[in-house]
């Protein structure tokens, strides 16, 4: 690499306590972005220095420019952010301060969307009353769904958040389970109850599932039921059959909305059932205020490596 290739970009920003939170505690977020691009980074007051070759400057200028611009509009950027960050350099088409995508909290930092498809099915469940996330694990759905229905209920915006799964596990029955009816149906739901208290709080969940507002409960209990002024996620939707499916989407009431995740290629059905989340997919496509995500490997959020044996299967699944 020759010397007139080792130059350096100077990035002006107007917050210098911005710049300071960039950096990260101890430079943390600048040495990762150091190590990803190979390229030595200084901030100082208002300014940010990025040296190395043209090519590796302009990636780690892009990441920069994103950390601030989300930092400057009260996005969090953790050390699992700007590595997520890292990972989509290639996608990041558009400023964060031209993004409306995001899950506001009253005294919480909000919830920001890690992936392009994350950001399009936050931006789809503020614009329809009808939202499907479908794709394989860890790309976020349930906890994004989830995350949005509580904001609303902390907001003020609907009058309850209503979670349900279809109880469809590895083929267990709840009647082999021991104990009472919510110790039986708490291992189903127990991922609801991970990305309530993530997103409000263990107490504020508790005090919340007392008085009503916060319910989580096996898919069978929708029946009969008019969901007025609400949030609904129905989750692991793969697992619901078809008379399920059209049972909950018809039990929506004035002032509600409804995000329905699952991936449909992890059914728990017996061979041969239909899944009432493919087939709802197949026939409300095209219907006003009813939009669906599709997420791919490249949206998974968990270890890098969950992308990669979720793609070996999909290969492996594939006719030859």
């Not at 306590?17 to 972005?33: K, W, Y």
């Not at 990025?50 to 302009?58: K, V």
């Not at 002032?255 to 290629?265: L, M, N």
Request: hydrophobic share 40%; aromatic share 6%.
């Amino acid at each position: 690499m020759s010397k007139t290739d080792q130059k350096a970009d100077l990035l002006a920003f107007d917050d210098p306590d911005l710049v300071r939170e960039l950096c990260g505690p101890g430079h943390s977020n600048l040495a990762l972005i150091e190590d990803a691009y190979g390229v030595y980074v200084e901030a100082q007051g208002q300014g940010v220095v990025i040296n190395g070759n043209a090519a590796a400057r302009a990636r780690a200028g892009e990441i920069v420019r994103e950390i601030y611009d989300r930092l400057e509009r009260g996005w969090p950027c953790t050390p699992s952010d700007i590595k997520a960050l890292i990972g989509k350099t290639d996608e990041i088409k558009v400023s964060s301060a031209k993004v409306k995508a995001i899950i506001p909290f009253p005294r919480r930092k909000p919830i920001v969307p890690k992936t392009p498809r994350q950001e399009k099915f936050i931006q789809s469940m503020q614009d329809n009353t009808m939202i499907f996330g479908v794709g394989p694990a860890g790309t976020g759905k349930t906890f994004l769904a989830t995350a949005y229905g509580a904001s609303l209920l902390a907001r003020g915006e609907v009058g309850r958040f209503i979670a349900c799964r279809p109880a469809v596990e590895a083929g267990e029955k709840l009647g082999f389970l021991p104990g009472d009816l919510n110790e039986k149906v708490d291992p189903y739901l127990q991922p609801i109850w991970d990305a309530l208290h993530m997103v409000l709080g263990r107490e504020d969940v508790e005090r919340r599932r007392a008085s009503g507002e916060i319910e989580v409960v096996p898919l069978a209990f929708m029946r009969g039921r008019t969901l007025s002024d609400a949030f609904v996620v129905i989750d692991e939707a793969q697992n619901a059959t078809v008379p399920q499916m059209k049972m909950a989407l018809t039990r929506l009431g004035e002032k509600s909305k409804y995000a329905v995740t699952g991936d449909p290629s992890q059914t728990d059905l017996p061979p041969g059932m239909q899944s009432g989340l493919s087939h709802a997919l197949s026939i409300l496509k095209g219907i006003k205020d009813i939009d669906a995500i599709t997420f791919t490997a490249k949206d998974i959020v968990r270890h890098p490596l969950v992308g990669k044996i979720v793609d070996a299967y999909e290969k492996d699944a594939k006719p030859l």
